[in-house]
Antibody, heavy 113, light 112 residues
């Protein structure tokens, strides 16, 4: 069955970057777009953007364009999101989602000095 | 950006009741290909969201038929007939017709 396994929680300092992973299994990795979503504590969901694993093409929410970088490694069926110049506003849970409807378990990122 | 307004913010129900959630969009969600990319998700406490409905009214694999999505243009509704304990949580509508894709603020379904 389709599974998305995300990397573990991260505690990072303001101004640093964090790179999180989303390893896919149970389907052909290049067949479906992968989306990334942010959920701040106790709040709703924000769409960050998506990447097409087949072409590498990306589409970002303007709000996150200078903050997030989406990449994939087809050889390991893994998608990555790097978030840069972190502030306390970036403390949240980050999810990956295959456009077919399956979600990873989420990565909690805490930005604190 | 497209704003999705969900009502009510919270909904208290008795098990076995019907529940209805509205999602109103600030723009038409009909895409140039004629499809309407409106989804419904449920997020149970401590879990990732799960897809219930895609393209307004299509149930995702394994979703019970008590979940019914309907609507068109800018007005959409999710109905849950005969609410069961596993239906409790926060429901979100989501549009992928316009960039950036956006979510509604959520509707919390809880027991009376």
């Amino acid at each position: 069955q389709v599974k998305l396994l995300q990397s573990g929680a991260a505690l990072v300092k303001p101004g640093d970057s964090v790179k999180m992973s989303c390893k896919a299994s149970g389907y052909t990795f290049t067949d479906y777009i992968i989306h990334w979503v942010k959920q701040s504590h106790g709040k709703s969901l924000e769409w960050i953007g998506y990447i097409n694993p087949y072409s590498g093409g990306t589409n970002y929410n303007e709000k996150f364009k200078s903050k997030a970088t989406l990449t994939v490694d087809k050889s390991s069926s893994t998608a990555y999101m790097e978030f840069s110049r972190l502030t306390s506003e970036d403390s949240a849970i980050y999810y990956c989602e295959v456009s077919g409807g399956y979600w990873g378990q989420g990565v909690m990122v805490t930005v604190s000095s | 950006d497209v704003v999705l307004t969900q009502t009510p913010v919270s909904l208290s129900v008795t098990l076995g009741d019907q529940a209805s959630i509205s999602c109103r969009s600030s723009q038409s969600l009909v895409y140039s290909d004629g499809n309407t990319y409106l989804k419904w998700y449920l997020q149970k406490p401590g879990q990732s969201p799960q897809l219930l409905i895609y393209e307004v009214s299509n149930r995702f694999s394994g979703v019970p038929d008590r979940f019914i999505g309907s609507g068109s243009g800018t007005d959409f509704t999710l109905k849950i007939s005969r609410v069961e304990p596993e239906d409790l949580g926060v429901y979100y509508c989501f549009q992928a017709t316009h960039d950036p894709n956006t979510f509604g603020a959520g509707t919390k379904l809880e027991l009376k």
